[in-house]
């Protein structure tokens, strides 16, 4: 076939190009340097390196200005997860109203750290879309997976469905006893048994022997058996010793028309009333301090470190900080932990409130965050094996010198990181709060009661759900009435008998309707797992 005059010189341009493109030896490029082209194997570009990812975070510690501790901490989560994290912190007393605002602004962080599952803001955020389900992110988080209680992933399940609208801050999940003053046990003649466990007797004689046989031996009777305090919700005072008297929250019913049920609201046993009678026994008989009616958690720790009252109950994690106040206002002072038993002789008890999940707020990622993986990456790498130790502990010459091997507190003590410790926490690990330069008489006393307040809690089957009912007006101004009318029953200026009617009045006021709610809710959770 004749070719015609413009193929040809197409042709002729191909090869001339090619012949000026190889070297004398051959094809093979010389260059500058006496290097090698490369074989087609090789000519693929380098991968180009991911692009870092920014992240805002909304969150209430309590101080927005970063410990030295802090900063080495979130770069060294920043160089792992190849992100750069921009903290957004407003005043802890106003965040709720900043969370509202910011809501409001149509200008979200990319995760926002929320209080409560029952948050108004967190629960319109999710109706909206504001805040999206983390299911398929967390999935292959390793160390969430397995350092979260089950019950926090359920409480985020805020539809009733599978969707998980957060990643949970997790606390233990523990039942807290009670601090004692050693030195005052001494006083009295009052031994501890070993195991730590006394009787709801020997509590009594305990709270009695404090308050009028000078346990501090000063010649005065100025001190008071039990410290009390209000609760931070209601601001009313509350039964105490409750695992004595098996209040445990919602569990299986042992029988009647709900298949789960409250000893609270239990019409079939008497566990709440009787509470309400041995507390206000104590109260009436001025075991109590006079101001606990006033008292708010610091106040009933301070009078208790100036020593004023010689019992209050609290986690034995805080040990540290209350025995070095205690030791600073009478360094002769000594801290003992006891826990009560019930009536079969054995120690259970409930974890309050939200904690009964082991939930401590946790983080929500907003639908407008551009890489929610990376989000829940870095979460992830905050307790993972590799960081866990320095979330706890810190660095060393930062936070700790080590000396013969043993971590000590550097001296003074480092600031506070509420950043680094105060972000996420591991499910049952007691070892974060095992402070560095804890000596080993300390960790013979703690180690053993952190270990018994995790053994011994019964968590709740409700995950700190609230169900409509509870929020009908009727109900709302009933349950105020509950709490000012059992107030007045511990203060001794109503008789325990007025419970019986104070409970039926609670169910005709959307109480029925509350129990119901919460047993379809329990059922489908329980179902669910």
Not at 403 to 410: F, N, P, Q, S, T
């Amino acid at each position: 076939m004749k070719k015609s005059p413009l193929l040809a010189v197409i042709i002729i341009l191909v090869l001339l190009v090619t012949a000026c493109s190889q070297g004398s030896n051959g094809g093979t490029d010389s260059g500058t340097n006496g290097g090698t082209s490369p074989s087609p194997g090789n000519t693929t570009a380098p991968p180009q390196q991911e692009e870092t990812v920014s992240i805002k975070v909304m969150a209430n510690y309590n101080t927005p200005e970063q410990t030295e501790s802090d900063k080495k901490f979130i770069a060294e989560l920043e160089e792992k997860n190849n992100v750069k994290l921009e903290f957004v912190v407003p005043p802890a007393t106003g965040y709720n109203e900043q969370l509202q605002l910011m809501l409001a602004s149509n200008d979200y962080p990319d995760v926002v750290l929320f209080p409560d599952s029952a948050d108004a803001n967190f629960l319109n955020a999710v109706k909206e879309g504001i805040v999206i389900p983390v299911n398929e992110y967390t999935k292959n988080a390793e160390f969430l997976q397995r350092h979260t209680y089950q019950a926090s992933w359920d409480q985020l399940r805020v539809t009733q469905d599978d969707h998980i609208y957060g990643i949970p801050r997790t606390s233990v999940v523990r039942n807290d006893a009670f601090y004692l003053r050693k030195d005052w046990l001494d006083n009295i003649g009052f031994t501890l048994p070993d195991n730590g466990e006394i009787t709801l007797a020997q509590f009594e004689e305990i709270l009695n022997k404090f308050t009028n046989e000078d346990p501090d031996r000063n010649g005065t009777k100025d001190t008071y058996g039990y410290g009390g305090a209000y609760n931070a919700t209601n601001k009313v005072l509350e039964v105490i010793v409750p695992g004595a008297f098996g209040l445990t929250g919602w569990q299986a019913s042992s029988g009647g028309e709900f298949e789960y049920m409250n000893p609270l609201y239990d019409r079939k046993t008497d566990n709440y009333k009787k509470a309400l009678e041995f507390t206000a026994k104590m109260y009436t008989n001025g075991y109590f301090d006079p101001d606990s009616a006033t008292n708010d958690s610091a106040k009933q720790r301070e009078r208790f470190v100036r020593g004023l009252t010689g019992v209050f109950p609290g986690f034995a994690g805080h040990y540290v900080g209350i025995n070095k106040d205690l030791k600073a206002n009478n360094p002769e002072a000594e801290l003992a932990y006891v826990f009560v038993q019930n009536d079969k002789g054995t120690v259970e008890g409930g974890s309050l409130g939200a904690s009964s999940t082991g939930l401590w707020g946790f983080w929500a990622i907003t639908n407008t965050a551009k890489n929610p993986q990376k989000i829940v990456d870095v979460l992830n790498s905050w307790i993972s094996d590799d960081m866990w130790e320095k979330t706890a502990d810190g660095y060393e010459g930062i936070d700790y010198e080590v000396k013969d091997g043993i971590k000590v507190a550097m001296d003074p003590p480092a600031p506070a990181s509420h950043f680094r410790r105060s972000s996420m926490r591991r499910a049952n690990d007691t070892s974060f709060f095992l402070s560095v330069g804890m000596s080993k008489e300390q960790l013979d006393l703690v180690v053993p009661w952190l270990e018994k307040a995790i053994a011994t809690v019964v968590p709740a089957k409700d995950n700190a759900f609230v169900p409509d009912a509870a929020k009908k007006p009727n109900f709302i101004d009933y349950t105020k009435l509950w709490e000012q009318t059992t107030m007045k029953i511990i203060m001794g200026a109503e008789p325990v008998t007025k419970f019986d009617e104070l409970l039926e009045g609670w169910y005709k006021n959307g109480g029925e309707e509350y129990v119901a709610q919460m047993n379809e809710y329990i059922k489908k959770m329980e179902a669910g797992k």
